[in-house]
């Protein structure tokens, strides 16, 4: 079983009204004092690591690409030194389209990065406006144009629906848009109102309607379809992918392969214990300087943690649980409602299962 | 033991929040009865749930001398004042020779202020009517020593003007309570009667009797009995509340105090009782008056965790050794397991048991929406019906009897198109309106109780922007055309929503509250259809349609932990939820009846406002 390697970089140009990852805009000055705090925080945990084999990389945001190509190319090279990463491990870095252009992404090529992640949201101009996105449809094509003619040949989109005004019909353009450029991998999100955001606070004062979940249902519907159609296999709740482009990554989270998080708040697990960094980054900062753990928090699993995650883990990603493992009437109530199926003696959510998961998950790991 | 000459018996009889407590509090303080470091707000409320709320539950009773011509003893007897304790009122002023009606010289008469008055009169006390507040700029003691001087017979530039806040003329109430508040009368020759007012259970003392001796001498140690109950006891102590507990060698006739009964049943000394000696020294006609408790209201009272029914019947059990006029049978539901029916004197009454039983015994309860005790009458048969669940089919009886209430309101006359409007939505029969003043009217209407018990009140004083004032008493059974409305859920009836209607209102009702079921009720996992049925013909039906969305979208960076605990909230949440057949239930659901004719936001239920 291979290990992850996840890095926060939690630098944006500016803030999306809907995010609450810990992420930050105007602290561009910090970048490269951070790029060596990570440097240095990857030293901290090399002899703790050591053994473990890393299939994948994920720089994460935040913004990876505000970093120079160059920081990024040299933060990849000393990772590699102090870990050991497989040949031909999946590297994978997020972009935001307004950061990057085909020399850039050409340098990142080279420097080893194997996956692109861009935060293409939509191709509905309204609807990155509700989402407050600076970026508008036509640098998304840019973008990916720039990547393709770098050479990436593993380019993943990131899609929302369900923002305030996006209807069915121009959720149905994004998607064809989407399929039309024939990226390897489209994730696809309900967008979800966190209430620490501008967005949230502009919900709870009932200045934006939130979400209405029977049109991002009919939005996954359509998804689940459109996506299909094109040849897409969807193998996460929020995930499709051509066969082979399933991002290892983020499958790790999900089979419980242990992760190591580097930079500000970013998580990590191993044998039954998860951890996770201090969040602001001056903090982090400030305690890996000092040639610490930027530990903030940890917790072990109890028996009934692990089996809530197994269930809610396996059932994300349609590898199921055991039929055995299920209270017999529990399990022929949701076969009967077309919200489970049976696959190789596993019980997989359906389409429609997946949409009701916390339910299942609820039930089944009761 | 004082000369019965020396000794003056009263209460103080107000509206609520006319300053009844207040007064009292300056009583203590200008005869020295509580010393200043002790003194507090309320001083003779006692219970927490009293302060709160600003109310007085539990009867209360304190010896005071005061020096005039000569030194006086006082006996102030503090009453309940809600319209549910009409009764522990009654006794408490039959305890009495006189009583002071105390106004708010800003508000003037009131309902309750009304209704106290009728029962001092009716009682033969003295009544001393006193204006209160005259401090506040708002007061118009004119106009208020004018209505209160009509209704008691005085001329209103006697009436007595005062401030408890401020304690101005309070010497002076007290000089007229001692003129005009008649001596005791009653032998010490004669056989003991002593009328018991309240009792409470003492976890160490057994029941603690308050007592007016009418008759008779009440030694410290007896043999005694108690004539309602029929039932004897070895008397342990006997004491004045000065204002604390202290022993005295006997009671004498006209002295007021309390009793250690010997007994370990509060419902053997219940309030209205009369204590006598056992034996051939023994009375042979008790005190007039006595009623056993009655409790109007009912309720269904449910553990909302399963396992807590032992926990809650044992606290039932604690609590009605303090309140005798608490009734409750175990009843069980198909919605909400085990528990139980229980009789209340009236909502606050309600109220206030849950909120102790909730308080002191750390219950979580659900409580089914309130009704009034019916009578089902099926050829010589009346069959008693508690629970609207238990109601006969329609034409297995002959018909059924409801409880009927006199109200009487008291609201300035702008309002008095808005009073009468309600009252007759709610099926009341107009008796007469007079006037206090030009601005002021008293309506008496008839009323079927079960239309005032959930709602009534709050309506009124919004339609009144607060002004108007509510008391009312029961005056018996009426025949009424009332029908069973039950909800079906997914199909299912759900005892817990049955409730009994006036046929004319049946259907809205039923929309009403299938309506707010709609909203109450969370989307499941297949469309739960929702009906209102009288019999079984359907009035109204809603669908929730099923839920079809509930998923985590993201599971970034791996941060599964935050995953993990927003998916234990929501089981937390489920937790909450009462399984009715296959459908989850908030617990809010089931009280949702009584808030069936109320606009979002409005608070129901409770008839009183307590004091800021």
Redesign the interface.
Known sequence: MTAGLYVHVPFCLTRCGYCDFNAYAGLGHLASRYVDALEAEAGLWADAWRGERFGSVFLGGGTPTTLDADELARLLARLRERFDLEPGAEVTIEANPDTVDEEKLAALREAGYTRLSMGAQSFDQRVLDALERVHGPASVHRAFAAARAAGHTDVNLDLIYGANGETLASWRRTLEETIALRPEHVSAYALTIEPATPLGRKVQAGLVPGPEPDLQADMFDLACELLGEAGYGHYEVSNWAFPGFECRHNLGYWRKQPYLGLGAGAHSYRDGRRWWNVRPPAEYLDVVEHGQRPVGGEERLTPEDERLEDVFLKLRILEGVPVASVDRDVASGFLQQGLLRRRDGHLVPTERGMLLLNELVLALAG | MTETNRLRNFCIVAHIDHGKSTLADRILELTHAVAARDMRDQYLDRMDLERERGITIKAQAVRLTYQLDDTYVLNLIDTPGHVDFTYEVSRSLAACEGAVLLVDAAQGIEAQTLANFHLARDAGLAIIPALNKIDLPQADPEETAREVGELVGWDPKDVLRISAKTGQDVPALLQKVIELVPAPQGRREDPLRALVFDSTFDAYRGVVAYVRVKDGVLPSRAKIHLMAANADSEAEECGVFAPEATPVPELGPGEVGYLVTGMKDVHLAKVGDTVTIAGKHRAREPLPGYREPKPMVWSGLYPAEGGDYTALRDALDKLKLNDAALQYEPETSKALGFGFRCGFLGLLHMDIVKERLEREFGLELIATAPNVEFHVIRGNEVIVVHNPSEMPAPGTYDHVEEPVVLATIVTPSTYLGAVLELCQSRRGELIDITYLSPERAEVHYRLPLAEIIFDFFDQLKSKTRGYASLDYEPVGYERADLVRVDILLHGEPVDAFSSVVHRDKAAQYGRQLVERLRELIPRQ??DVAIQAAIGSRVVARETI?A???????????????R??KL??Q??KG?ARLRRVGRVDVPQEAFIAALRVDQRAGQKAGQRTGGKP
């Open positions: 996992l297949f349609k839920k079809r969305k509930d998923v985590l979208a993201k599971c970034y960076g791996g941060d599964i932990t995953k993990r998916l234990e929501q089981k489920k």
